[in-house]
Every structure is written in structure tokens, then in C-alpha cells.
């Protein structure tokens, strides 16, 4: 299972129940009958994760430029 379905905030709903239905069927998930399902619950993912890091990496910036201007001003008095 993957690591982000046991978040509370679930992104990618619709592509789980699918996934979860088609897996409800053993001979279809044993034959491949679910790599659609899986496929798109997996590009679903990974377009939650590279926005998610992306937004990360702007506070970061952000974070760290906040920081840089506090060392100048506190370096300034000097």
C-alpha cells in the first residue's frame, strides 16, 4: 500500500475506491485486471507529490531568505 493513502487529507480518492474495488475481484488482480487502476492511482500520486514538494521548496526559499535578511540586520549593528 502506498504511503500516502494513510494520510487523513486523502488527494486521490476516486483512484483508490477504484483500485480497492477492482482488488475486491482476486481473479482480476492476480491476472493484471487492477495495472489501469494502478497506473492511474499512481500518476494521481505522483502529481500530489511533486506539487506538494514544490510548495515545500518555495517556503523553504522563503524561510531561508527571512532568515538571511534577520543574520543581515542583527550584523549590521555591528
Known sequence: MHPQLSDKRIVCRE?????????ANNWARLTG?????????????????VERSSRNR????EKRLKTEQAWKELHQDD
Open 58 to 61: 518555495t517556503q523553504a526559499k
Open 33 to 49: 485486471g487492477c495495472n489501469q487502476e494502478k497506473d492511474s492511482l499512481n500518476v494521481c500520486l505522483r502529481k500530489e507529490r
Open 15 to 23: 483512484f483508490i475506491q477504484a483500485l480497492d474495488a477492482c482488488h
